[in-house]
């Protein structure tokens, strides 16, 4: 296990897919449309940190024009129940390949043939170097990448509360820990793709893929709550009493306001 676990996948999946960028997932569909129109063979798309599927479920919902015949799914990640869980939902409509691996061993990622790599709520946790890494790999192959709901540092609540500014600058600090990658890119994650992407000859495109949550999203506002509040409760100089009253005022809240949550699309596609 690695700490995502399917209850919480299956939580955000809903405010995921309401915040991805359709303009670049429909883009994104029409570059798997033209490789397959070009060869006439199925197209290859390989989901780094794949989960249950959410990427998956995102293209093939807005899918119009290639069946989902044409496409062979490599859903890769290290947890082999995630992995199960998308083989039972998708594995009879879909073809899928599933392969349990770390990530970081980047050398030994199955991405021959792929014409695009995607990810979604990945980027931000991995490192400048595993980027500079996996864009080596796929810029040797020309492979496209569409990388999704990379998380942008900017959070804001309604109603607001005078502890928001200073929980927020200690979650974006524990956004660039290590998460198994090295220190993380967090905030920084669309940006340096954008960057290491661009330098090596891609043109990249960036929109924005924002969680605008509601009352409607209470229970995953009330776990998020939590999970920041668990996050920043050591090493960030919080009064432990304040940061207490910030979660029981906001989860009081989650109900009443709202909460906006940046991330960013990333499409890149060889020029
Ligand atoms: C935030 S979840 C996103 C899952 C899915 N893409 C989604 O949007 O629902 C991150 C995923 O990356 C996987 N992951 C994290 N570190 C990994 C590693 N080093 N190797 C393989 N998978 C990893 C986790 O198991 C988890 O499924």
């Not at 995102?58 to 015949?69: D, I, K, P, Y």
């Not at 669309?190 to 661009?198: A, F, H, S």
């Not at 998020?224 to 979660?247: H, N, P, Q």
């Amino acid at each position: 296990m690695t700490g995502f676990s399917i209850s919480w996948l299956d939580l955000r999946e809903k405010a995921d897919f309401a915040a991805r960028n359709k303009q670049l997932l429909i883009q994104a569909l029409a570059w798997l449309r033209a490789g397959y129109d070009a060869l006439a063979v199925n197209i290859i798309v390989v989901d780094l940190g794949a989960g249950t599927g959410s990427t998956l479920r995102a293209m093939s919902a807005l899918n119009f024009s290639l069946g989902v015949n044409h496409i062979l799914w490599r859903l890769v990640d290290q947890d082999g129940d995630l992995l199960d869980t998308a083989l039972l939902r998708h594995g009879k409509t879909c073809q899928i390949e599933d392969y349990q691996a770390d990530l970081t061993v980047i050398e030994e990622l199955p991405l021959a043939g792929a014409r695009l790599v995607t990810a979604s709520a990945l980027f931000d946790l991995v490192s400048g170097d595993f980027v500079d890494k996996l864009v080596v790999r796929i810029a040797h192959h020309r492979t496209g990448i569409y990388a999704a709901l990379n998380y942008d540092g900017t959070t804001t609540w309604t109603p607001t509360h005078p502890l928001d500014k200073a929980v927020l600058a200690a979650f974006n600090l524990d956004q660039r820990c290590d998460k198994g990658f090295g220190l993380a890119l967090g905030p920084d994650a669309t940006g340096y793709l954008k960057k290491i992407l661009e330098n090596s000859g891609y043109t990249v495109l960036v929109g924005s893929s924002a969680w605008l949550l509601t009352a409607e999203d209470h229970a995953l506002v009330s776990e998020l709550i939590s999970g920041i509040a668990r996050a920043v409760a050591v090493g960030y100089g919080l009064d432990a009493d304040a940061l207490k009253d910030w979660e029981i005022f906001r989860l009081k809240h989650a109900q009443l306001g709202t909460c906006t949550i940046g991330h960013q699309d990333l499409l890149a596609l060889p020029a």
